[in-house]
């Protein structure tokens, strides 16, 4: 009692009426409703009320209901003590009510000891039942294989006796005295297809013995099956040669169904690789050279294939056309790769080895090429795809192709092709004859051997189709060669690099005359016409290429048309070279300008006409253009190379001029007050010189008439002047000021 809480009492206003618990929106006796929902009644609260009110009353309410709940236990404290003395006689009607129950657990127990009884019995009967099934099947399969074991002895007993065994049957001699074919075509066939039959029970055999190993019922009778095993084999061999060497499609039809009955394809395949196909291999390709007619040693192996498709035409389609009947079961045979094939291998193995070997790449070539043409007639007696696919995956066609080494042939043709260009290269540099009638479309050496190597990669004399990807390569890798030869060369010749640390591809364009760039600039827009799209080249690899799909063939021409594109980068570096070397020379001439400023100097001589040295500056020019080589060069590059060496010879005459002018006139200023001065101290005038005419006008006054004259020469070769920034400048500096805005000349 002590721990008991007492219910507050209930909140009285002051008219002692008691104050509501509770606002009027929570309802307490929505507790009590029997699908009384707390989301939904939370859900429909909070839209209206705040969370934390409805929280706070909700923990009011609760606490109210545990003050009440104290309340009913106070109020009723005596009834809760007193309730266990009211449960008298609860044990006895416990202990009442247990007794049914134990005795139905027990009749539970007991039925289901029964039950697992007879289970368990009904299992061991079942269990002894399929042991007792399994042993009958077994005995039975036992019983099989003695019956079948002693028909397959029967049968074979029978062939001897039977008028089907060849070789000791009488064969029935007609009236002629010859013979009769008709009855030894009988005795074979009647022989085969007993063959056939024991071979179907040979093969019932092998079923059951493969299900009963490891018996001792088998494991006695082995012997008799081996020996029926061998007696088969042999009559079978004999009979299936017997057939044939008489070409008798019915009994060899038979004889090869007998063997797929015994799963013994390689056999027969065997028989007649050695029957037939050897014999026939061997008149063709001589087995040792010692036996070998005069003359007939070579390694070629053309003629070899013309005489073997040909006996194969007529000595062995009979067999490929039986084996590949519709709906006969004979699919298993391979005798195009394990009978020809096999034996046409081992055959030039032996008997001409040197045709595969690499080592003389163009007998190698042919020889691969008409060995690859050889696979395509052979393949052409496969009766579906299928039968191609299985062809192709024999051991006999893998080795046959493993023998052609065409990686070693592609390197041997490497090093024939690249290394040909880059001995070329390498050597002196020097165009070849000239005939300048005949307009040769290439003038180089270099120019020449790349393209006949560009074309030896992809002529049928080198081509090998597996390997076009290589051959591609080999030929960006040529073209990559000679574009970085010419690159060196430009690059030592622009620098006028003479060391001893120069690249070997350089030294070639060091020592050269101006005149050679002619013939290697018509030779660049050459190649790289004829590996253009419309060039010739990339016709010759369509050609090449005819049976690829169109994708393939553009991914290579975009490959070819991207190599020469760094070709097309070297036009503007040669014509840079040429204007370099032409206006070095001119520079000589120019500098004799520097002399103007001594005639001139504390003179009164005035200048009258053009200096000397003005007619030699583009005198180099005009002996360039009046060569007899120029018609090599395109009009537009005649354009480019007169204007580019008349802007950057004008450039330096500009860089000259303005020189020595500006020194005039500073010696002059210097010079002047260095007068002045001396004037002042003795008392002269400072203005009796203003009416002279000075030396720097005198300097500006002759190069006033040199520039005239150069413009003259300029308008001579065609070219304007007043079209040039840099004679503009020229014209500004040494120019009178009343003419500085009317170039004329």
Known sequence: MADLVMAPPPAMDLFGEPIEAHPPWFKPDAFLRAGFDADAYVAELRSYVPLDSLAAELRAHLAALRAELVGLINRDYADFVGLSAHLKGVDAAAARMRAPLADLRDKVAAFRAGASAALAALREGLQQRAAATAARELLELLLDTSHVVSKVEKLIKELPTAPSDSSNAEIPINDTGTPNGKAGTGVRETQSILLERIASEMNRLKFYISHAENLPFIENMEKRIQGATKLLDGSLERCFVDGLEHRDAKVIYNCLRAYAAIDNTSSAEELFRTTVVSPLIQKIVPQNYARAVAGASSDELEEDYQQIKACVEKDCKFILEISSSENSGLHVFD??????????????????????????????????????????????????????????????YTDFMRQWNVGVYFSLRFQEIAGGLDSTLTNTFSPTGLNEAQQKPLLLKQSIKLLESLDSCWSDEVLVFSHCDKFLRLSLQLISRYTTWLSCGLSARKASDRSPNS????????????????????????????????????????????SCPIEVFNLVKGSILQAAEPLKELLPAIMDVMIGIIVKKSNEDLKHLKGITATYRMTSKLPVRHSPYVSGILHPLKVFLEGDRMHYLSEDDKTKLCRGSANK???????????????????????QRLRQGAQRRVGASTDASDSIISDTDKI??????????????LRAIGIDAREIDSYRALWQCVAPKDRHENIQF
Request: overall charge negative.
């Open 335 to 396: 005798f195009l790769g394990n009978s020809i094939l096999k034996e046409v291998l081992s055959a030039i193995q032996k008997g001409k080895p040197g045709a595969f070997s690499p080592g003389k790449p163009k007998e190698f070539l042919r020889n691969y090429k008409v060995s690859l043409g050889f696979l395509d007639f052979l393949e052409g007696y496969c009766f579906s795809k299928s039968a191609v696919t299985k062809l192709r995956y024999e051991p006999a």
């Open 503 to 546: 690249p070997a591809d350089a030294e070639w364009a060091l020592s050269i005359p101006i005149e050679d760039f002619i013939y290697i600039m018509h030779d660049v827009h050459a190649v790289i016409g004829e590996l253009s799209e419309s060039g010739s080249f990339i016709g010759h690899v369509n050609q090449s290429l005819g």
């Open 649 to 671: 010879i004008t450039a330096t005459y500009y860089d000259l001029v303005s020189e020595v002018v500006t020194v005039a006139r500073k010696t002059e200023s210097s010079l």
């Open 700 to 713: 500006c006054m002759q190069l006033f008439l040199d520039i005239q004259e150069y413009a003259r020469n």
